[in-house]
């Protein structure tokens, strides 16, 4: 039995990941480490959600999947219908959301990194970084984009108007077509708005989907300036620079929000609404805390990262490319409404491009929000699967690790030497699951299998935080872990192939190492 000195000091999981801060200054909630981690309100830090191939075989010619959007048609008849489309290698390809991939054009996109699909009403729009002419599809037809378009690489719907920028010729001009007619480009009522501060050694790098009806045109790569368009008509259409040094790196990393704009520049990831309220463009981009991950990305290869939004799970993210890899690697992930940040990776899979679709598949998920990406091989993958497994069936590892605890508190300072008896980890059961806890105590580190099976046991004299760990849902096990040291770190990992792990906290049971005598 440990000395009746010995106490509990307890950590709800609330905090998210930091790897900026030294990790014996992290807050005593946050994270030094997460790997596929997910963060709930509820205050579960979770193994994130498998994912599965959505087309059993790679999509004709197989090559990268650089761009997914869905597609829903009205018509005349108000009736709306569905269809995947996307781009793969030199394809421009269409799903009717039975996994098979059907090819509307084999002869474009060749080349290029980056593809831009906008839906602009009854159309899908194609455009690219390669100076191929832009392309639209009604769901009939594939065809080039009519009247006299600029040659652009990415668009935006506003205003029943195609706008459009990343034109060759004209890299900080603004193009928009006819109102109610992406095929007019010339008249009176379509046309150019002013260059975009002309001779900066910038262009316009992005544009974002409308925003309280307003759109915003970020430029790049080296000063950055954000501009605001707003207006109705030819006549009110108006430009307002609004703050320089976030310089984006691609159009597909621009996010928007009901709530928010986000992008990534070379510094970081960035938010509209927190630069434009503190005006600091580098101290206040939501990427600060994990600015250490960051700076481990190859910069050459920034163009690449691809955002996404998916609101049913409360992230943004982006995928990214990690130092020494050939492609994107990881995704970096946000969830805006905890403010905590997590990197995702997936075994097998470089997600390329990213997008949230509704489920096509008949069943109990069909019409629910999903993650897909788009691998390098010409295979779409679905992600947010209960499966717990990746690709093809392949096991990953969620995991994280605490700060390094130097100070917990009254009576046990960072000068004090403790005495460790066991940690006790509060968790959902979810079925005969386990996980591993790692305990680091001064350099030296033991380590224990934690079953996630729910047990029903007394904890001692411990009276557990009903308002934020109990409940019929939650239970806890004490894991025996004796060692006495000035500094304690835990890590929990779970390598297991369809296995979860929901921890809710854990609480170390220690003493002061002069009071730690056994009774």
């Known amino acids: 039995m440990a000395s009746r000195n010995a106490q509990y000091v307890v950590h709800p999981a609330m905090g998210g990941l930091d790897t900026t801060k030294a990790p014996t200054l992290l807050a005593a909630d946050q994270l030094s480490d997460a790997l596929n981690i997910e963060y709930f309100t509820s205050g579960a830090r979770k193994k994130r959600l498998g994912s599965t191939r959505y087309n059993a075989t790679a999509i004709t010619g197989t090559g990268v999947v650089t761009a997914l959007k869905d597609f829903w048609r009205y018509g005349a008849s108000l009736t709306p219908t569905q269809k995947f489309v996307g781009h793969s290698g030199t394809r421009i390809v269409k799903d009717d959301g039975d996994g098979v991939w059907d090819v509307l054009n084999a002869a474009w996109g060749t080349g290029t990194s980056n593809v831009c699909i906008t839906i602009a009403g009854d159309y899908a729009v194609f455009s690219a970084d390669n100076g191929d002419a832009p392309r639209t599809w009604d769901q009939t037809t594939e065809a080039a984009v009519g009247g ?13 108007r195609l706008w459009a920028a990343g034109v060759a010729a004209a890299p900080s001009t603004p193009y928009f077509s006819a109102a109610g007619d ?27 989907e409308p925003w309280f009806g307003r759109l915003y045109w970020f430029k790049g790569p080296n000063f950055g300036s954000v501009f605001e368009i707003s207006g109705s008509s030819v006549s009110t259409f108006a430009q307002q620079r609004l703050f320089t040094g976030a310089p984006c790196v691609a159009h597909q990393s621009i996010i928007t929000t009901p709530t928010d704009i986000f992008w990534a520049s070379r510094y970081g990831f960035h938010s ?5 309220a503190y005006g600091d463009t580098q101290q206040n981009f939501i990427s600060a805390p994990i600015q250490a991950s960051f700076n481990d990305l190859n910069p050459n ?3 690449s990262a691809y955002g996404f939004y998916h609101p049913r799970r409360n992230i943004i993210g982006w995928a990214v490319r990690e ?14 409404k905890l403010g905590l940040r997590s990197i995702w990776k997936f075994t097998g899979l470089s997600p390329r491009s990213v997008a949230v679709m509704r489920d096509p598949a008949a069943g109990s998920t069909q019409g629910s929000s999903r993650m897909y990406l788009g691998d390098i091989d010409g295979f779409v993958i679905q992600c947010d699967n ?9 096991a990953y590892t969620a995991s994280f690790s605490t700060p390094t ?38 350099g030296r580190t033991q380590s224990a299998t934690v079953s996630f099976a729910q047990t029903g046991g007394a904890l001692d004299s411990f009276v557990l935080n009903t308002d934020i760990l109990g409940g ?27 296995q979860d792990m929901e921890i809710y906290g854990y609480a170390l049971r220690i003493a002061a190492a002069e009071t730690h005598a056994l009774e």
């Open 272 to 276: 509209l609404k927190t630069t434009q």
């Open 386 to 394: 209960t499966t717990l497994t990746d690709d093809n069936g392949s």
């Open 405 to 442: 605890y130097v100070d917990l508190g009254e009576g046990f300072g960072p000068l004090v030497e403790k005495q460790l008896y066991s940690v006790t980890t509060f968790f959902a059961p979810k079925g005969n699951y386990t996980a591993d806890l790692t305990v680091d105590v001064d």
């Open 323 to 336: 130092a020494g890899k050939s492609d994107n690697s990881a995704l970096f992930v946000y969830n805006f």
């Open 148 to 160: 006299t378009p600029p040659t652009f690489a990415f668009s935006s719907f506003h205003l029943g």
């Open 182 to 208: 992406i095929n007019t480009w010339s008249g009176a009522d379509a046309g150019t708005l002013p260059t975009m501060d002309a001779g900066d050694g910038d262009r316009i790098m992005g544009i974002s």
């Open 301 to 303: 290869t920034l163009s």
């Open 472 to 498: 019929s849902s939650y239970d806890f096990v004490e894991t025996p872990m004796q060692d006495a040291g000035r500094a304690i770190k835990l890590t929990y990992s779970q390598a297991g192939s369809s």
